[in-house]
């Protein structure tokens, strides 16, 4: 299966602060990744679908102007998370391909 | 209505015993992929086992297998001769058609020694 990887794994940030989450396929030609965001004893929630070179696609719910999504070439997409709040804090993790192979997320805590 | 169900919010099983771990679905769609997934403590997803809807085996990977009875839409996870690190959460999806998955909510399954 495809190598994805995530950075940072960790994160603390300010609240009113941006992080940015890097998801890359370090063997794998992506044209479409996912990201997902996962609260503590719950499932995966999809937020988003970021296609390359294009607009990524929100699911309903989901503040686009606040979970900034680029996906600039094949191997990369990046998640913003702009002007942070406590609420923010989750488990994000990006998946690759139809096969859906995943990074090993990021923990984002919002102080 | 749900999509995916997964009825066990959690299971306690003895070391070296089998478990099974129940998955139901609902779709119209003829053609779909089912998935199950582990996610240990530390975070990751980590991909077990894939059944697309005309395969006409079940699938089997080591000592994962999928009990895919079609006609009942079920895709129950059998785990054979469980090891304490099979201990951890266990997700159902199914992707319909399109890219995206859909999740059930889990089961986390305890292995006693």
């Known amino acids: 299966g495809a190598v994805v990887s995530q950075h940072p794994s960790r994160v603390i940030c300010k609240s009113g602060t941006s992080v940015k989450i890097e998801c890359r396929s370090l063997?794998?030609?992506?044209?479409?990744m996912f990201w997902y965001r996962q609260f503590p004893k719950q499932s995966l929630m999809l937020m988003a679908t970021?296609?390359?070179?294009?607009?990524?696609?929100?699911e309903q719910g989901v503040e686009k102007d606040k979970f900034l999504i680029n996906h600039a070439s094949l191997t990369l997409s990046t998640l913003t998370v702009t002007s942070a709040h406590p609420e923010d804090s989750s488990f994000y993790i990006c998946s690759v391909g139809l096969e859906q192979y995943f990074g090993p997320g990021t923990r984002l805590t919002v102080t | 209505a749900q999509k995916i169900t997964q009825t066990q919010p959690g299971m306690f099983v003895q070391e070296k015993e089998a478990v099974t771990l129940d998955c139901t679905y609902d779709?119209?769609?003829?053609?779909?992929?089912l998935f199950w997934y582990k996610q240990p403590s530390s975070g990751e997803m980590i991909f077990l086992i894939y059944?697309?809807?005309?395969d006409q085996q079940n699938a089997t990977e080591g000592r994962y297998s999928l009990n895919f009875q079609k006609a009942r839409k079920s895709a129950n996870l059998v785990i054979s001769a469980s090891q304490l690190g099979d201990s951890a959460m266990y997700f159902c999806a199914m992707r319909e058609g399109n890219y995206q998955l859909i999740w059930g909510a889990g089961t986390k399954l305890i292995i006693k020694p």
């Open positions: 779709t119209s769609d003829p053609s779909y992929g």
């Open positions: 063997d794998f030609q992506a044209t479409t």
């Open positions: 059944q697309g809807s005309y």
């Open positions: 970021s296609n390359e070179g294009s607009k990524a696609t929100y």
